[in-house]
């Protein structure tokens, strides 16, 4: 059975929730399970040459992210280098995120991961003081918890960051098992909205939208976008969006209009790119010979030399310890996207062609 097949089979309800008011809008206070929908793009964390914090670069990323009709804008997460994050640069990213999110209705969330309950809260509480929509985070993460000390701790940081929506980061690279019986139980808690599902296992996210009340998005994108939105998915988590925006945007459009088909072959050559340099970590690949030894470096090293070569966001090297894809090879990266996949360059401008107040993700009865 093919991809498609099987997906088909596997059709669910859109997830539980109305359409969101505008009192609920996002930029307004924290973000309920009502109004976590859309796309929320993920882009990297612009570094200087000296791996110092780019705040210039960091702000103009936001600017055109805004302008580019996303839902919300995740800084500090994995793409975002957050292992790499002082508290001091984790506070001040969150004041700028606010900053450049505040009165434009897109969600403001802060990546607030750490090795200790106290630092979870800590970095938690940074995002909700400085007055963001959400924060991503995630249990302790180097010891696997026992299921009563992983709800033990999703009740404490709940009660110590009550102002803040919470979505949990489910990375399955963590070992740390959340099945629909955990999130059953973290419903309980009313500031927890769902999940960010950074996993490949489509039958866990359509197994979480079936048995959670809560709100599970899917940071898959790559080879999902198309499945997810014919699947009512109630957004998507997207590093995609930050390389290629206006093939994005191209797909979502035509999933708004129904022609799934016409969107999925939109969308192929993305795919296709995605899986030839490859930008994350993962199962080894086979990278074109013209980029020579692409593959030694970092997921992290690669994905930021990606984000230059298409020239959308600013994204800097990347810090220790990743080690920076050199100059020629970039150049060599670029090349290589110039002869062979010109159209996925985003047009210059682009943020500033689309119409004010355009959101990407389309919505049922929009």
Partial sequence: MDRRAFLSTTGVAGVAGGTATAAEAPGTGPLTRETYRGLYAYPPTPFAPDLALDEAALRANCRKLVRSGVDGIVL???????????????????????????????????????????????????????????????????????KRELLAFWKQLSAACPRIGLIVYHFDWIRQEYTPEIFRELAALPNVLGSKEG???????????????????SATDAGWLVELHRLKAPGVGSVNFTLMPHIVRQTLALCGEG????????????????????????KPFLFPEELGNWGEYGGTARGKALAE?????????????????????????RDYIERRYAHLIPPAGFAESVPPGSKLWP???A
């Fill in 363 to 365: 919505r049922a009865g």
């Fill in 199 to 217: 996993h490949f296992d489509f039958k866990g996210w359509l197994t979480l939208q079936k048995a959670s009340p809560l709100v599970h998005m």
């Fill in 309 to 333: 070569a298409f020239g959308f966001l600013q994204a800097g090297p990347p810090r220790l310890p990743g080690i920076a894809v050199p100059v020629e090879l970039r150049k060599r990266l």
């Fill in 76 to 146: 500090g997460g994995t793409t975002g280098e957050f292992y790499t994050l002082s508290e001091a640069e984790q506070r001040r990213i969150a004041e700028i995120l606010r900053e450049e999110t505040r009165g434009t209705g897109v969600a403001g969330v802060l990546g607030t991961a750490g090795l200790n309950t106290p630092e979870v809260i800590r970095r938690t509480a940074v995002a909700m003081e400085a007055g963001l929509d959400a924060a991503l985070t995630m249990q302790p993460f180097y010891a696997t918890l026992t």
């Fill in 259 to 282: 022609k799934y088909e016409e969107a999925e072959r939109a969308f192929s050559p993305f795919t296709e790119f995605c899986v030839k340099v490859r930008s994350g970590t993962g």
